[in-house]
């Protein structure tokens, strides 16, 4: 196995380990939820679409270019793909990105224009905090079955607000993202944990 195939091995274990806790936890029902990794400046390793992401398997990714086509045109990448192009455009740091369907960020999404999250301790996972005493506003976009479209208006609002720490779409789900998985899946945990509190919250 050359050094490239060893690095895509590590990445699509690192997605597959992470489709199983999130369904574990309820976070990607179904079919929902896509997952991706960026190889290289021109080059991003990608759930393909359709499959279920706590079962996922070798054969459930596959390349595609920063323009969102598959390197092998006979393959079907995520039909959220070029959301996944948008944030690897915006900034270079970005190395992964994952997305999740959970109940609370189906729930919070469906009632509030933004998210404001404040005095969590689990802040600290998110870019550039460092302390408890912070306060984070997560977009919440309208829904669009154009995905050219969504990304667009996602890209437009990321440029006013590079600080955007993740962010959601109405009805629909989450996108977090981080340096790889490992980060990625970090921020995913703790956003769905604060979620999960602010809807907790709601209901007292
Ligand atoms: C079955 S859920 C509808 C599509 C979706 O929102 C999703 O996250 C999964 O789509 P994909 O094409 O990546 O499987
Ligand atoms: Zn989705």
């Not at 996922?56 to 990714?61: E, M, T, V």
């Not at 390349?63 to 959301?83: F, H, I, M, Q, W």
């Not at 009632?111 to 912070?134: F, Q």
Request: charged share 20%.
């Amino acid at each position: 196995m050359n050094d490239n195939a060893k690095q895509i091995a590590l990445h699509t274990q690192a997605m597959i380990e992470a489709g199983r806790m999130f369904h574990s936890r309820g976070w990607v029902p179904a079919t929902g939820g896509n997952f991706s990794v960026k190889l290289s400046s021109d080059q991003v390793l990608i759930t393909a679409s359709g499959w279920h992401k706590g079962e996922l398997a070798a054969d459930g990714f596959l390349v595609a270019g920063l323009d969102g086509k598959p390197l092998d045109a006979t393959r079907k990448a995520s039909y959220e793909t070029l959301l996944h192009m948008q944030l690897y455009q915006h900034d270079s740091k970005i190395g992964a990105a994952l997305h999740t369907h959970s109940i609370a960020n189906t729930v919070l999404s469906r009632r509030h224009s933004k998210i404001r999250l404040a005095g969590y301790e689990l802040l600290k996972l998110l870019p550039g905090i460092n302390t408890h005493d912070a306060e984070v506003s997560v977009p919440v976009f309208a829904n669009d079955q154009d995905i050219a479209r969504l990304a667009a208006h996602v890209d437009e609002h990321m440029k006013q607000h590079p600080e955007t720490p993740a962010y959601l779409i109405a009805g629909h789900g989450l996108y977090a993202w981080g340096a790889n998985v490992a980060q990625a899946r970090h921020r995913v945990e703790a956003l769905e944990f604060m979620f999960e509190c602010e809807l907790w919250s709601e209901k007292k």
